[in-house]
């Protein structure tokens, strides 16, 4: 935990766009962008700032370990069935979630998000991240499982969101620790995978023949090899559906209602594609919102401050990086924290300016260079695009819906997690109303 803690700890107190506060806390700085080469404590750590397009050539020698060891023990995937499927999965997630695929996805998702967020009411006071949540949640389950297929009324939904956070929270933790030391973690999971097996028999007795019918839990049971696991998959679907996008969500939004002129800009932007903000279920198309690319650059922004402070990839045959032989079976780990907080890549790191992505060829689905929050080479995050879809599409809703004031200042990033975006430390209290 300490380690972790320190890994994190903001390098200097940072300001947001022109010139907002972001509220961090001060702290030392550990690097810029390095590789630390884990396991063996007699090869020199490589604390040195490296090329990080070396990141790339990692897949070549690269076992999926970290996401081996999420599935292994997050959601009790044995070692032969991981890597059975694996290949085969990621290759189905990354085609079903594709660019070209994105469009099968917006229509339905607009028209949850608003049913959801019709549940927020006309007006009313909140924790920002909750209500984010609230939304968030229920829109994107229904969009990638199936419409009733997983708990998201308001009736029945209560006890599955007190499992499912408990879940996510101690996530990381128990990738490393024994569960009879995360009783509750322990018991939240058994709960979930018994919800689980009702959820894969519906699925599966629901499951249409016509291809474009299907939704991706449809498609992850007919692409899994040993049937008996699909409610571990498919809890683990969920989790990598959720455990980033709602944060993320949640500081996009924090970034730009604290900055003036980036609020005015994209409610200006709103205005220009669907006129005089506050109309009731609003229509978005995948069109629509290639025409509101700033809201975009918003998203990508927010996931650069908020990244993960550890990637971890294995070594599976030795690798020479500069005067570094690196030998097999040693971790090796990339800070996603570090890297984007580089002023050789991003200049005036600390602020958060959505005007850098405009070097970015998004067109063709290109980062900007040195961003590696969705991992490195071949095998970055295969859902990658429709998050940031998602959250565009969130944001447009939201903001257009309804106005804010803000009731506390912007709250820290927390610094007791290594991996996944980071979470806020308080809670950040808002008054909202629909707009007139």
Known sequence: MQQAEQLLRPAVKGQNGSGCPLGSSPGTSYGQGCFVSA??????????????????????????SGVYRASQKQVSVPAEAFYQNHGNLYSMMKGKMGPSNLHMF???????????????????????????????????????????????????????????????????????????FLRNWSKSKKWLLNLFEKVVSDAERTNPSETTSKTLLHHLLDNLQGKHLAPNYGLLMLWASQANAVPIAFWTLVFILSCPSIYKKIMEDLASVFGKAGKDQLEVSEEDLKKLPF??????????????????????????????????????????????????YFPDPEMFKPDRWKEANLEKNAFLDSFVAFGGGKHQCPGRWFAIMEIQLFVVLFLYKYEFVLLDAVPKESPLHLVGTQQPMAPFWVQYKCRE
Request: overall charge negative; some cysteine; proline content about 7%.
């Open 106 to 180: 917006t229509g339905t998702l607009c028209k949850e998000l608003h049913e959801h967020m019709a549940h927020l009411g006309t007006g009313g006071t909140g924790d920002l991240n909750e209500l984010v949540r609230h939304v968030m949640y229920p829109a994107v389950v229904n969009t990638l499982f199936g419409k009733g297929i997983c708990p998201t009324s308001q009736s029945e939904i209560k006890e599955f969101e007190e499992h499912f956070q408990k879940y996510d929270e101690d996530f990381e933790y128990a990738s490393q620790m024994p569960e009879c």
């Open 39 to 64: 396991e063996k404590p007699g090869l020199p750590s490589l604390h040195q700032e490296l090329d990080p397009l070396v990141w790339s050539c990692i897949s070549v020698w690269e076992s999926s």
């Open 295 to 344: 809201i975009k650059w918003c998203t990508l922004e927010a996931i650069r401050l908020r990244s993960p402070g550890a990637i971890t990839k294995k070594v599976v045959n030795p690798i020479r990086i500069q005067n570094f032989t690196i030998p097999a079976g040693d971790m090796l780990m990339l800070s996603p924290y570090w890297l984007h907080r580089n002023p050789k």
